[in-house]
């Protein structure tokens, strides 16, 4: 069981920069890949940026330019710094990882941390 813990949500004007963090219960290294989803009342979670094992990152096509997904692996943290917000933005965000056990695939979730772009 990997538990995960997301900080850094808040209310920030529009143009502004907000960094969450996600700190895993486990080494970075036993985890297939992590990544930052979000969702908004009345709407599926969708994807914002992932980041593999191997290190390769991905963004959605609505945050490319303005999101950075990175790790630091000796504090077991994934971060997605987040700037040019947007009002668009407002969500909740949430950390997600997966491992792969004898060929089975288990997601993971963080609580979820608010995130408010508003002036």
């Known amino acids: 069981q990997v538990q995960l813990a997301e900080s850094g949500g808040g209310l920030v004007q529009p143009g502004g920069s907000l960094r969450l963090s996600c700190a895993a219960s486990?080494?970075?290294?036993?985890?297939?890949?992590t990544g930052w989803y979000r969702q908004v009342p009345g709407k599926e979670r969708e994807l914002v940026a992932g980041i593999s094992s191997g290190g390769s990152t991905h963004y959605a096509d609505f945050v490319k330019g303005r999101f950075t997904i990175f790790r630091d692996n000796a504090k077991n943290t994934v971060y997605l710094q987040m700037n040019s917000l947007k009002p668009e933005d407002t969500a909740v965000y949430y950390c997600?990882?997966?491992?792969?056990?004898?060929?089975?695939?288990?997601?993971?979730w963080g609580q979820g941390t608010q995130v408010t772009v508003s002036s």
């Open positions: 997600n990882a997966d491992q792969i056990f004898a060929g089975t695939r288990y997601d993971y």
């Open positions: 486990t080494s970075i290294f036993t985890l297939n890949g």
